[in-house]
């Protein structure tokens, strides 16, 4: 079985600032992947960013980045020079298996102008 | 196609009533999944194919939850006498393999009064 904690409900950030989004994840599986999915208003799910558990060097996909400790179960997501459009929900998910995804909660991050 | 379609985009029920929702994969895509998003947030897997078969149904609610993907149609998902806990935004994903990302549908909306 996996869990998936994301601690943060909501943040707020200044367009143009940095934010870094938390996670925590627990599973028995040898082998998985990490995902952070965006949610935006139009319930769309949009994939961010994707881990490979095995590989060590921590993905990059142009201002998303992410911070990947496998032995503390953490995966971070940092977002630079954040705008507007990237106010939504984001949900940290591990997966990898035959049952599908294990989504966290979400982070509903608002950008403000 | 290079999308996945879901219909309807809502549904309305009335409480007892039967509901089928649809789903169009990604051509070339084996793996095909359902979630359920309850209004606060949060996913719950409910069933998986590969290709045609059932792959994992953990998830389903058997007694008046069913699925299919058969072969030149499009996946459904069917729910007999509903509930209205059942109210919820209901995704279908698909993907490569389990190792790949999965991509997901716009979602149908059901909403059982």
């Known amino acids: 079985a996996q869990t998936v904690t994301q601690s943060q409900p909501e943040m707020s950030v200044q367009e143009a600032e940095t934010v870094t989004l938390s996670c925590t994840y627990d599973?028995?599986?040898?082998?998985?992947?990490l995902f952070w999915y965006k949610q935006p208003p139009s319930r769309q799910m949009i994939l961010v960013i994707r881990?490979?558990?095995?590989?060590?060097q921590n993905a990059t996909e142009n201002r998303f980045s992410v911070n990947f400790q496998k032995a503390a179960k953490s995966f971070s997501l940092k977002i630079s020079d954040s705008q507007l459009g990237d106010t939504a929900m984001y949900f940290c998910?591990?997966?990898?298996?035959?049952?599908?995804?294990?989504f966290g909660k979400g982070t509903h991050l608002i950008i403000q102008p | 196609g290079e999308e996945v379609a879901q219909t309807p985009k809502h549904l309305v029920r009335g409480e007892g009533q039967k509901a089928k929702l649809y789903c169009a994969p990604i051509?070339?895509?084996?793996?095909v999944f359902w979630y359920q998003q309850v209004l606060k947030n949060e996913f719950k897997f409910l069933i998986s194919?590969?290709?045609?078969?059932?792959?994992?149904e953990t998830g389903m609610p058997k007694e008046r939850f069913s699925a299919k993907c058969l072969p030149n149609s499009p996946c459904s998902l069917e729910i007999q006498a509903t509930k209205l806990e059942d109210s919820a935004v209901y995704f279908c994903?698909?993907?490569?393999?389990?190792?790949?990302?999965?991509?997901f549908g716009p979602g149908t909306r059901l909403t059982v009064t």
């Open positions: 994903a698909s993907s490569q393999s389990l190792s790949y990302e999965q991509y």
């Open positions: 599973t028995s599986e040898n082998n998985y992947y």
């Open positions: 881990q490979e558990a095995y590989k060590q």
């Open positions: 998910v591990s997966g990898g298996g035959a049952d599908g995804l294990t």
């Open positions: 051509k070339g895509h084996s793996y």
């Open positions: 194919f590969q290709n045609e078969n059932v792959f994992d």
